[in-house]
């Protein structure tokens, strides 16, 4: 049986839920349980503490698990990134006092670093060759400089109206955009049934996310240049219509467009524009 570490809370907990359901696997119904069987699918799911969820898959002990790439990394473990899921966004950044430090990496040189993630900013200043001490705090890190523990800030940035109430400003860029990802071990042979049936489905789920179904009517001497703006993600599946020079077109699009796409078929002479979401694929 395929075990599976999933965060028992937080930010990343329901939303990986509720992906792994639309995948077609069975996810617990009582937040206070800590595993579930899936026996359809020969998966148990286990509710982890999402800080210890690498541990648990680099020691082999757990064959996959859902966490955040900036968990991943300030954990220090050998598990590998094997899939983007696409949510629980999270950009980390350098804070400091305004006009009190550079752009520049090198800049840190010799500062005091305070963090709730000194993994993360450690991998950030050994690619940039920066010495600088690393102080481990578990929150609350904008009153660090105010308090005089630390020169500098590292830390999960949205808005950054945080930063600007204790006096700060994010400095350069970003020094690591997260979000959540399907991790696992570097395979010894080649991975089970099991790890590419969920893979596959992961993935089908996020194209269903990603894409919705258009579906239109042009006239054939319209055609190209319809198609030319629905592709399709292979080719459109295109059918002639009973009214004489007319075709029926389905394509995949982007979400995301699908509005601008509407118009601009519409201009061309496109009628019955219809979009379906699509719930599950195979690709």
Same mark, same amino acid.
């Given at each position: 049986?395929?075990?599976?570490?999933?965060?028992?809370?937080?930010?990343?907990?329901?939303?990986?839920?509720?992906?792994?359901?639309?995948?077609?696997?069975?996810?617990?119904? $009582?937040?206070?349980?800590?595993?579930?069987?899936?026996?359809?699918?020969?998966?148990?799911?286990?509710?982890?503490?999402?800080?210890? %969820?690498?541990?648990?898959?680099?020691?082999?002990?757990?064959?996959?698990?859902?966490?955040?790439?900036?968990?991943?990394?300030?954990?220090?473990?050998?598990?590998?990134?094997?899939?983007?899921? @696409?949510?629980?966004?999270?950009?980390?950044?350098?804070?400091?006092?305004?006009?009190?430090?550079?752009?520049?990496?090198?800049?840190?040189?010799?500062?005091?670093?305070?963090?709730?993630?000194?993994?993360?900013?450690?991998?950030?200043?050994? $690619?940039?060759?920066? #010495?600088?001490?690393?102080?481990?705090?578990?929150?609350?890190?904008?009153?660090?400089?105010?308090?005089?523990?630390?020169?500098? %800030?590292?830390?999960?940035?949205?808005?950054?109206?945080?930063?600007?109430?204790?006096?700060?400003? #994010?400095?350069?860029?970003?020094?690591?955009?997260?979000?959540? %990802?399907? %991790?696992?071990?570097?395979?010894?042979?080649?991975?089970?049934?099991?790890?590419?049936?969920?893979?596959?489905?992961?993935?089908?789920?996020?194209?269903?996310?990603?894409?919705?179904?258009?579906?239109? $009517?042009?006239?054939? @001497?319209?055609? $190209?240049?319809?198609?030319?703006?629905?592709?399709?993600?292979?080719?459109?599946?295109?059918?002639?219509?009973?009214?004489?020079?007319?075709?029926?077109?389905?394509?995949?699009?982007?979400?995301?467009?699908?509005?601008?796409?509407?118009?601009?078929?519409?201009?061309?002479?496109?009628?019955?524009?219809?979009?379906?979401?699509?719930?599950?694929?195979?690709?």
């Amino acid at each position: 049986m395929l075990r599976i570490a999933l965060p028992n809370k937080g930010t990343l907990s329901d939303p990986a839920s509720q992906m792994l359901r639309e995948a077609g696997y069975r996810q617990r119904r $009582d937040n206070r349980d800590l595993v579930c069987r899936d026996e359809t699918n020969d998966v148990e799911f286990l509710y982890l503490r999402p800080r210890d %969820i690498a541990t648990y898959v680099d020691s082999g002990d757990l064959g996959l698990g859902i966490t955040g790439r900036d968990l991943l990394i300030d954990s220090g473990c050998e598990a590998l990134e094997l899939l983007d899921l @696409d949510f629980g966004a999270a950009t980390f950044r350098i804070a400091a006092r305004a006009e009190t430090l550079s752009p520049r990496p090198e800049d840190l040189q010799g500062r005091r670093i305070a963090t709730a993630y000194p993994g993360v900013v450690g991998r950030y200043l050994a $690619d940039h060759h920066v #010495t600088a001490q690393v102080i481990r705090l578990d929150g609350a890190v904008e009153n660090a400089i105010r308090l005089g523990v630390a020169d500098v %800030i590292a830390d999960v940035v949205s808005t950054g109206a945080t930063l600007r109430q204790a006096g700060l400003e #994010t400095v350069g860029d970003p020094i690591l955009r997260s979000s959540a %990802i399907l %991790i696992g071990r570097a395979p010894a042979e080649e991975p089970s049934a099991g790890i590419v049936q969920l893979l596959r489905r992961l993935q089908g789920v996020l194209v269903a996310r990603r894409y919705v179904m258009l579906a239109y $009517d042009i006239a054939g @001497d319209r055609l $190209d240049a319809a198609v030319a703006l629905t592709p399709g993600i292979e080719s459109p599946t295109i059918a002639p219509l009973r009214r004489e020079g007319w075709m029926a077109v389905q394509a995949m699009v982007l979400r995301s467009d699908v509005h601008r796409i509407m118009d601009e078929l519409y201009e061309f002479g496109a009628r019955a524009i219809l979009v379906t979401n699509v719930h599950a694929c195979r690709l």
